[in-house]
């Protein structure tokens, strides 16, 4: 199992995408943290962005095809990585693994 955050453009309606991937199986549940202020360096300044985030759970082995599905829609640049869940009681285990594409 993992957490799946996905940063998108503010553009973006963040409610299409989970919808999307709920309807399709590929996540069992998300939230979604609109506004959300992300700072890093560039050109040794910094830059502030404002993102809506995703952060969703499913298989590990579903990764790919969301990341797939994410920049057929929204283009490659759509930055997403997964945290790995390495422990959960057995109503969480089970939700995801009943939620989610039999694999």
Request: neutral net charge; proline residues 3%.
């Amino acid at each position: 199992m993992v957490n799946v955050i996905i940063y998108l453009e503010k553009t973006v309606d963040p409610l299409i995408v989970v919808n999307q991937l709920l309807k399709e199986k590929l996540i069992s549940n998300a939230s979604i943290d609109i506004e959300n202020e992300n700072y890093k360096l560039v050109d040794n300044k910094l830059t502030k962005t404002i993102n809506t985030v995703i952060t969703c759970q499913t298989k590990s082995l579903l990764f790919t095809k969301i990341v797939q599905l994410i920049a057929s829609e929204y283009g490659d640049n759509v930055p997403i990585y997964s945290i790995p869940v390495t422990q959960s009681n057995e109503s969480f285990d089970l939700f995801i693994r009943n939620n989610t594409v039999k694999i």
